[in-house]
């Protein structure tokens, strides 16, 4: 489907992406005039003869040049299907990018991305630390493939990250792979200097290309390809589904880029099914307002959080008056601070046990982004594979404990922390002396 331009806007006027999610890329007529696009659960699309067939395979597959008003017709749901290609013309709106594909997670949009993009003697230099999962593809499978991971501190500052790439002596730098803001410890990269330093160091026949996993901040609150990005990742999984009920993912890219990761993806196999593309278009309605009201909220129980007694620190975007680099980052790239809080319990991984066992409205969980408040433990459970010399290196302590605010009352999640806090300081002491006798 080919959209016209003045889908988008009225009379000149270009409307914003949260006016657009509930009809853009979709016409009524379609479908008995129905409002919301049917799930399109189909594995296949008739042809209306031979020749059309054909014609839709040479496309799908390259073998000719797409013709100024021919469009892709529609061959095989791995391929692509209308629900998925609505869903990626409204996943455009918000990063600006040309185009998008959409995945069956997050970590198949990641995988599929950097297969697409990287080949052997090829080079990634990452920052650290990035999701779990990344991190495991990154060190333990791409050197399969002859491809050489290499992380770089996110606090790095251009010239350093310059005078990185200028050691590299064995292979070529294909790619500079970041994610900002660093989880847990919401440490932010520059996304600008990434890209002045892939420019640099990059030739017309051997670029670099600048690759960010956009999960924490975006779509809303943070746009990389407007800060010299190539590619923007995310897992769906997370606010963009925002309902804790579905797994996905998406690339968004310019169009020569998202045509060598869609190749990728029909071979691997890696893109969303129909009803998880419907159920994510539906999410997209209310994107802007769960966004926007957890990122309120998150600020009231961050700014309380500072001031509580059994709080050492917290990491929290609008908390960073003690790196005035880091804020200029913030001031630089990000339009909110979010909605993701990390904070240290005084005293150590048993105190911090005691606080998440004794949470009532928040609930244990890893996972972010959904309308229910979340806390877990990042160096026992999301991190937990990080040595725990490497964790200190990155700032993940044992007295850490990782909130992701929904969209509840904030006075009610504090009125939860509250409890949870002081039902740890009153346990804390009898469960040492339990555990004194049995060492
Ligand atoms: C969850 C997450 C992923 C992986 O996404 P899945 O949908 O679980 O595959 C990747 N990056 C970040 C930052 C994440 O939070």
């Not at 959209?3 to 806007?9: G, H, N, R, S």
Request: glycine content about 6%; proline content about 6%; hydrophobic content about 40%.
């Amino acid at each position: 489907m080919n959209l016209p331009k003045e889908a988008a806007e009225i009379n000149g006027h270009q409307l914003r992406p949260e006016s657009l999610m509930m009809s853009y890329g979709y016409t009524p007529a379609w479908s008995e005039g129905a409002i919301k696009p049917p799930i399109f659960q189909t594995s296949t699309f008739v042809f209306k003869s031979a020749e059309e067939g054909k014609a839709f395979f040479e496309l799908a597959y390259g073998l000719r040049q797409q013709g100024p008003d021919e469009e892709m017709g529609l061959i095989y749901s791995r391929l692509n299907n209308p629900s998925l290609e609505i869903l990626e013309h409204r996943l455009t709106l918000w990063d600006g990018a040309e185009e998008a594909a959409s995945f069956a997670s997050g970590m198949a949009a990641i995988s599929t991305t950097l297969l697409a993009l990287l080949q052997p003697g090829d080079v990634v230099l990452h920052s650290e630390p990035v999701y779990g999962g990344t991190d495991f593809f990154l060190k333990n499978v791409l050197p399969r493939f002859g491809i050489t991971a290499v992380g770089f501190e996110p606090t790095i500052t251009e010239e350093a990250l310059s005078a990185k790439v200028a050691e590299i002596t064995q292979g070529r730098l294909a790619m500079i792979y970041v994610e900002t803001p660093a989880n847990p410890t919401n440490h932010l990269v520059d996304l600008q200097a990434c890209a002045n330093v892939a420019r640099r160091h990059g030739a017309a026949e051997k670029p670099i290309r600048v690759v960010v996993d956009n999960t924490f901040l975006g779509p809303v609150f943070q746009h990389p390809l407007h800060h010299g990005a190539d590619v923007v990742l995310y897992s769906a999984t997370k606010f963009l589904g925002g309902h804790s009920d579905l797994i996905a993912g998406a690339a968004l890219a310019s169009k020569p880029l998202m045509k060598e990761i869609k190749a990728m993806r029909t071979f691997m196999g890696t893109m969303c099914d129909p009803n998880t593309g419907w159920m994510l278009m539906r999410s997209l309605e209310t994107l802007k307002l769960r966004m926007e009201r957890a990122a309120q909220s998150a600020q009231v129980v961050a700014d309380w959080l500072r001031e509580h007694p059994q709080v050492e620190r917290t990491y929290y975007l609008t908390h960073l008056e003690h790196d005035p680099r880091q804020q200029a980052i913030f001031e630089q790239q990000c339009l909110s601070p979010g909605s993701m809080i990390s904070f240290d319990i005084r005293g150590g991984e048993a105190e911090a046990f005691q606080f998440l066992n004794r949470l009532k409205l928040i609930k244990l969980a890893v996972s972010l982004g959904g309308t229910e408040s979340l806390a877990e433990h990042p160096a026992t459970m999301t991190h937990s594979d990080i040595m725990p010399e490497v964790q200190r290196e990155m700032g993940i302590t044992s007295q850490m404990i990782r909130l992701s605010i929904g969209v509840e009352d904030p006075q009610d999640l504090m009125a939860d922390l509250t409890q949870a806090f002081e039902a740890a300081a009153a346990a804390v002491p009898r469960e040492h002396d339990a555990f004194a006798m049995y060492i």
